[in-house]
DNA sequence: CTAACGTACAACCAAATGGTTGTAGATGAG
DNA sequence: CTCATCTACAACCATTTGGTTGTACGTTAG
């Protein structure tokens, strides 16, 4: 989820995303799109992949980048519970949700 | 968008913002929640504070911090516009979204 | 008033980020 | 084969991040 939220939290790294999703595009093409080093984006698309929005795949010389749609649909669906959380479904999830995310053993000081 | 983003990107901060959408607490308060120091979560609570997600209330010599339930709904509508852009709805919304997020001015080395 | 509490902020530190350049390995074109 | 292209990766650098401790200040309790 970290991992996520932080690969989404640059405008470079959406832009890549969105450009993406609608066919794929080879690292130097993405690379030839954006004021930055080849190399600098080559460090985007890798920040994309190890959080399962992009994949890479070898195609002759050139590395094509797609965006995984089912990441995109997780991605969401994580952030829409995330909110459902925040909003007024904490009801009886409390608990729930102390195992999965606000796992801190000292819970008990909330109130 | 960044901001925003970033600011949701770790646990911690993640926790602070439920944590005080169901009754506001001190920032001494949530400090003895987690295992670190005042200052840091002070630091947590900053930034949310510059990302609009929490504000901040004088009460006595405590600091009431309290989310922002409308910061929180438009952190929420803004992640679900991304989410449109990127699944099928980007058909001829492409050019206001260039104007938006996507503005490189060499966006026409995209295809 | 004095002591304790809650907060703010500065200084410092290690590690991560976001960028660079340079070098080297595959692969395709001619 | 040779050369240009695409990629990978290491080394380096400046800045930011996430944490620490220490100090100072306002406020409330006794």
Chains 1, 2 share one sequence.
């Not at 985007?44 to 050139?62: C, D, I, P």
């Not at 729930?96 to 819970?107: A, C, F, M, S």
Request: aromatic letters at 2%; hydrophobic letters at 35%; one cysteine or more.
């Amino acid at each position: 989820m970290d991992q996520l939220l932080h690969a989404l939290a640059d405008t470079t790294r959406r832009d890549i995303v969105r450009r993406c999703l609608t066919g794929e595009a080879s690292v130097s093409r993405l690379a030839a799109a954006y004021p930055m080093s080849f190399a600098a984006v080559q460090k985007h698309v890798a920040v994309l992949e190890r959080a399962g929005l992009v994949t890479k795949q070898r195609s002759g010389r050139e590395q094509l980048v797609r965006t995984d749609r089912d990441a995109v649909r997780r991605a969401r669906e994580a952030l829409d519970q995330l909110e459902a959380t925040w909003r007024g479904r904490v009801d009886r999830m409390s608990e729930l949700l102390t195992e999965t995310e606000g796992n801190r053993e000292d819970e008990r000081d909330e109130r």
